[in-house]
């Protein structure tokens, strides 16, 4: 199974920027997408951003207009690019990884998720 690992989280003002960087490791033939979400106590995890193997982006809406996701030429990291930030932007941010596994002697096949452990992202006002 793949390992997904992120970095460039911290503290920034409103108005400014960061860019987010998911390593992933291991069994990364497996992985059909990557993306980003967020999560804050209380709310359940929200999209961000997703970009598939042939480059397909999309966003949340939290994100239309000021992130941007993209990959390395390998497809075994992906950046999301931070940009106006705004307070309201502040959570732990995973990478996710949609994977796919093959079942029953390789002739079916399971997806699943993998998740990182999360980055910080803190934005003030």
């Known amino acids: 199974q793949a390992q997904l690992v992120e970095s460039g989280g911290g503290s920034v003002q409103a108005g400014g920027s960061l860019r987010l960087s998911c390593a992933a490791s291991g069994s990364t033939g497996s992985i059909r997408a990557m993306g980003w979400y967020r999560q804050v106590p209380g709310k359940e995890r929200e999209l961000v951003a997703l970009?598939?193997?042939?480059?397909?982006?999309n966003y949340g809406d939290s994100a239309k207009g000021r992130f941007a996701i993209s990959r390395d030429s390998n497809k075994n990291i992906v950046y999301l690019q931070m940009n106006s930030l705004k307070p309201e932007d502040t959570a732990v941010y995973y990478c996710?990884?949609?994977?796919?596994?093959?079942?029953?002697?390789?002739?079916?096949?399971?997806?699943?998720?993998?998740w990182g452990q999360g980055t910080q992202v803190t934005v003030s006002s």
């Open positions: 996710n990884a949609e994977a796919r596994a093959l079942t029953g002697w390789g002739k079916q096949t399971r997806d699943y998720d993998i």
């Open positions: 970009i598939s193997r042939d480059g397909t982006t």
